[in-house]
T-cell receptor, first 119, second 113 residues
Framework: ETGVTQTPRHLVMGMTNKKSLKCEQH?????MYWYKQSAKKPLELMFV???????ENNSVPSRFSPECPNSSHLFLHLHTLQPEDSALYLC??????????????????FGSGTRLTVV | KQEVTQIPAALSVPEGENLVLNCSFT??????LQWFRQDPGKGLTSLLL???SQREQTSGRLNASLDKSSGRSTLYIAASQPGDSATYLC????????????WGAGTKLIIKP
């Protein structure tokens, strides 16, 4: 394990389901991220939380809803997804507090991801 | 808008060879550049981080170079091993990206025994 734990590892859901992805870090990091990784495409940044406040929302559809209840936990709530949302969803954390903290890149640690399939 | 490109998308070489992976970026005003490794079905592992003021970083058999003026970075892997097989991604941070990473699509490397 890298220090960032994601559950579940695999998830298959129907388009009408509601599910949640969980991410947990005990590294003392201040920033947490959700990324989407689709085949042969660059990672897409979805959401950024810094000190438990959302600081970035990259035009993500409202069927994805993040939640950061404390500095160690991050959730991604999913509802009425589409087949094109099938991808690997990665959680990451980093030391610095955004915006503007130059140490934000330091200690960048990823979880193993959740492989999501929407049927 | 900063764009990061990695060519080739895939590379297969025999074990023992030295090899170079390439990363190019369109805006030379970067803050730093990082190389990551991703194994199938797993998350990413940070390999090397090069600050904008540095020319290279080394870790074991890995050496990453940075040429900001030409918008290029290379990852050199010496004496490749089958365990080096993975996808290698580079990412840059620019001053106006709020220190967030801008990613290339990666190079999938296969080392043949």
């Amino acid at each position: 394990e890298t220090g960032v734990t994601q559950t579940p590892r695999h998830l298959v859901m129907g388009m009408t389901n509601k599910k949640s992805l969980k991410c947990e870090q005990h590294l003392g990091h201040n920033a947490m991220y959700w990324y989407k990784q689709s085949a042969k495409k660059p990672l897409e940044l979805m959401f950024v939380y810094s000190l438990e406040e959302r600081v970035e929302n990259n035009s993500v559809p409202s069927r994805f809803s993040p939640e950061c209840p404390n500095s160690s936990h991050l959730f991604l709530h999913l509802h009425t997804l589409q087949p094109e949302d099938s991808a690997l969803y990665l959680c990451a954390s980093s030391q610095g507090a955004l915006p503007g903290d130059w140490t934000a890149n330091y200690g960048y640690t990823f979880g193993s991801g959740t492989r999501l399939t929407v049927v | 808008k900063q764009e990061v490109t990695q060519i080739p998308a895939a590379l297969s070489v025999p074990e023992g060879e030295n090899l170079v992976l390439n990363c190019s970026f369109t805006d030379s005003a970067i803050y730093n550049l990082q190389w990551f490794r991703q194994d199938p079905g797993k998350g990413l592992t940070s390999l090397l981080l090069i600050q904008s003021s540095q020319r290279e970083q080394t870790s074991g058999r890995l050496n990453a170079s940075l040429d900001k003026s030409s918008g290029r970075s290379t990852l050199y892997i010496a004496a490749s091993q089958p365990g080096d097989s993975a996808t290698y991604l580079c990412a840059v941070t620019t001053w106006d990206s709020n220190y967030q990473l801008i990613w290339g699509a990666g190079t999938k490397l296969i080392i043949k025994p």
